[in-house]
């Protein structure tokens, strides 16, 4: 399992940025961090929760929704166990609870159940 604490969340206008961050810590995290997958997903109420990035630890290997596709970025810092999502152009259609997550793989994962560990999430609000 995978400790995750994201943060960075917060009110914006329309056309705004943000920067999220994703702590990540455990033992097999810490020792072995290449064999795993990390991701963004966010959710809204009633909706389920959907992928928005995909970033592998190991190499280069990042992909995105098409709704973040150009606004959004995922990157991370190997040294401090850190995963970014800097988001810009937000509208409030991206108004969301954005979750951290962590699969145990180096294959591509865009499901919810792809993925075994979650943060806590944290809450993005775009206003009109």
């Known amino acids: 399992q995978v400790q995750l604490v994201e943060s960075g969340g917060g009110l914006v206008q329309t056309g705004g940025s943000l920067r999220l961050s994703c702590a990540a810590s455990g033992r097999s995290f810490n020792f072995y961090p290449n064999i795993y997958t990390m991701g963004w997903f966010r959710q809204t109420p009633g909706k389920d929760r959907e992928f928005v990035a995909g970033i592998r630890w190991s190499d280069t290997s990042i992909y995105y929704a098409d709704s973040a596709k150009g606004r959004f970025t995922i990157s991370r810092d190997n040294a401090e166990k850190v995963v970014y999502l800097q988001m810009n152009s937000l509208t409030p259609e991206d108004t969301a609870v954005y979750y951290c997550?962590?699969?145990?793989?180096?294959?591509?994962?865009?499901?919810?159940?792809?993925?075994?560990?979650w943060g806590q999430g944290t809450q993005v609000t775009v206003s009109s």
């Open positions: 997550a962590a699969r145990r793989s180096i294959r591509d994962g865009v499901a919810r159940s792809d993925y075994d560990s």
